[in-house]
């Protein structure tokens, strides 16, 4: 069964970058779409679509410029780079895969990994 490991995250301050990295295990990603969702309230299914990544490594979907999805050679590893952070970036990170090839809509999504915390200071 597929299992997805995020990592990566933690404190920075404000302006600062980091790198997410989300791992599969047991499979690849390939021949789905991928997701990175932040969670936005205490409520697990409230979480805000921020890339989304077709199952051909095309990004289709970027909440904002600062952020940059990508893939690894291996098909089995996707990352976000974030730069520029802000206060409001802050949240658990959450890597998903799709159902589908290039859909990213949460209820969607039927693997999730167990979320990275970003904390960005001011």
């Known amino acids: 069964q597929l299992q997805l490991v995020e990592s990566g995250g933690g404190l920075v301050q404000s302006g600062g970058s980091l790198r997410l990295s989300c791992v599969a295990s047991?499979?690849?990603?390939?021949?789905?779409?991928v997701g990175w969702f932040r969670q936005v309230t205490w409520n697990e299914r409230d979480r805000e679509e921020i890339?989304?990544?077709?199952?051909?490594?095309v990004v289709v979907k970027s909440v904002n410029g600062r952020f940059a999805m990508s893939r690894g050679v291996a098909k089995n590893t996707v990352y976000l780079q974030m730069n520029s952070l802000k206060p409001e970036d802050t949240g658990v990170y959450y890597c998903?895969?799709?159902?589908?090839?290039?859909?990213?809509?949460?209820?969607?999504?039927?693997?999730w990994g167990k979320g990275t915390l970003v904390t960005v200071s001011a």
């Open positions: 998903a895969r799709s159902r589908y090839q290039s859909n990213c809509r949460a209820e969607n999504m039927n693997t």
């Open positions: 047991k499979d690849t990603m390939d021949g789905y779409a």
């Open positions: 890339s989304c990544m077709s199952h051909d490594g």
